[in-house]
């Protein structure tokens, strides 16, 4: 996938991750049904931890990929720590 068309798949993702998110938001200041709003929520979640995984990928076929070609080990070490580091903060 080209790198343009993967970015637009992003801003699109976020987009409407932000158009829930102001329903969900809307839904609670009405006072609207619980359960509806945790649906909404859902939704919110669902893109966003889309979003996440299309922007991980990105990352690892681009910036990533390039330095673990290069020599500067310390570099390496630091994208492989990062990487480790958003993993934990994951889950």
Known sequence: MTNMKHEKQIIIALKKAQSHLNNVIKMTEGKKYCI?????????????????????EKH????????????????????????????????
Do not use: P
């Open 36 to 56: 509806d709003i945790l649906q909404q929520n859902l939704a919110v979640i669902g893109l966003l931890k889309s979003v996440n995984n299309k922007l991980l």
């Open 60 to 91: 690892l076929s681009s910036c990533f990929k390039q330095v673990m070609k290069g020599t500067n080990e310390k570099k390496k070490k630091k994208m492989i720590d990062e990487i480790l580091k958003l993993n934990k903060n994951n889950h």
